[in-house]
């Protein structure tokens, strides 16, 4: 069965600190990847996916992420993190093969909260 | 595009009360899901509709839910005989299907936050 593991359950930093959120998932084939955003209140957003292509992906509000097949890994970065980038952070996999239906599996979360 | 919507955003309700949520996807978007969260995890696929037609179900989905997409627009989930086990986040996802499997993007709805007592 495919599974996500995400590394941290809660991260803390500073204003301006570079962000690195780890993801690691099972699955033989081919999949589709994907983060999402929670903030606080709010519902989940994507900040970015991969189908297929160049395995650095650029996101909204200055995300990237880069797919490592041989490390079946997907970490999201960030160079310099705001106080407005607290939120909690999910990443997802889709399986992409002729019987899958698109549902999404997903991790358990990271937290990240800023200190201004 | 207005978005997602979910009605109601919370529920109480006690245990053995049948609940109904209903979820309103994008106008246009053909695909869509159920999710439940439960705190400290990420959302857990429940079931999936391609227009009217219900196409995957979860195991997590009992015998208890019930799920319905009349005419391939609005969708409503039905929890009878509510168990403490239930209190959870129900999220709704819808997309427009791209012809490649798995590539959509899925929207979310706020979702509808479930306590059974």
Redesign the interface.
Known sequence: AQSVSQHNHHVILSEAASLELGCNYSYGGTVNLFWYVQYPGQHLQLLLKYFSGDPLVKGIKGFEAEFIKSKFSFNLRKPSVQWSDTAEYFCAVSANYGGSQGNLIFGKGTKLSVKP | DTG?SQNPRHKITKRGQNVTFRCDPISEHN?L?W?RQTL??????LT?F?NEAQ??K?RLLSDRFSAERPKGSFSTLEIQRTEQGDSAMY?C?S?LSSG????????????TRLTVL
Do not use: I, K, M, N
């Not at chain 2, 400290?40 to 696929?45: H, I, T, W």
């Not at chain 2, 490649?100 to 979702?111: E, I, L, S």
């Open positions: 997602v695909r899901y999710y400290g995890q990420g959302p857990e696929f999936y391609q196409l995957e979860s999220l996802a997309s490649t499997t798995g590539t959509d993007t899925q929207y979310f709805g706020p979702g």
